[in-house]
């Protein structure tokens, strides 16, 4: 009994060592596979930029939670691994477009664009109007669960890496100090949940401190008077990250 009891503790270490020693190899994943991509039949890949990756089939049968990208030598089959164990995908079609086919399925960026970094040299694209206004909402709502907490801690957590190198939540929670102190008055989550924004001029990417950053500025319907807003955004990782923030009730920006 004993003795089984060791092999089995050996057979466990050995596999946490296989494991942790794939992901410390983990290579850089090219640009245009960072993102997250959601299937036809509801299957999602997510590639970080580091090299990290997950997996999960449209049944929910088959799992990879942070495993790692590993591309083949011939540049036509991925893998979503971890410890060496996990799908294999045959590339069908590159990405392109925001999409990508594998294995004969469909694949989309949920950034509905192109999922190339920030600091790439292709350029990338805005996303729909559709996936504006989840993103947009989301920003708002989030800022507003800073505003009601008094907190942005978890905010700041949130936003693009190079925002958070330059600040901290203290900052952010002196910056904002104007929304907190009448938090009753900008309850924006109340104010905004159920309404569509309006975006003008349309939202397009422009160089912010030598990064193509999406700019989506508009207003929500709020009564008695109109939330206005403009974002600022970068793509971090696959995801399109917020860099700045401009809130004004009332008045134009």
């Given at each position: ?101 594998l ?14 970094s920030?600091t ?41 890496k ?15 100090k ?74 134009e920006?």
């Open positions: 009994m004993k003795r089984n009891m060791i092999s089995a503790l050996l057979a466990a270490a050995a596999l946490l060592t296989v494991g942790l020693a794939c992901n410390m190899n983990k290579k850089p994943a090219p640009a245009e596979y960072v993102g997250t991509w959601i299937a036809t039949d509801g299957a999602k890949i997510t590639i970080s930029a580091d090299g990290g990756g997950d997996y999960i089939s449209g049944n929910g049968s088959t799992k990879v939670t942070g495993g790692s990208f590993e591309m083949a030598e011939d540049g036509k089959s991925f893998k979503i691994g971890f410890a060496g164990m996990g799908p294999t995908f045959k590339i069908d079609k590159a990405p392109s477009g925001g999409q990508m086919t294995d004969g399925v469909v694949y989309k960026s949920t950034t509905g664009g192109s999922t190339t920030s790439s040299d292709v350029k990338p694209e805005v996303p729909s109007k559709e996936k504006l206004q989840t993103l947009v909402k989301t920003s708002f709502l989030e800022f507003g669960d800073a505003v009601q907490a008094e907190d942005f801690s978890d905010f700041h957590k949130k936003v693009a190079v925002w958070r190198d330059s600040s901290t939540p203290e900052k952010l929670d002196e910056a904002f104007v929304f907190t102190e009448k938090k009753e008055i900008y309850n924006f989550n109340k104010a905004v949940a159920p309404l569509d924004a309006t975006f003008s001029p349309e939202p397009k990417i422009e160089k912010v401190q030598g990064l193509d950053a999406l700019i989506v500025k508009g207003s929500y319907p709020t009564k008695p008077r109109v939330a206005n807003f403009e974002f600022k955004y970068v793509m971090d990782d696959g995801t399109w990250k917020l860099i700045g923030v401009n809130v004004k009730v009332g008045g920006l």
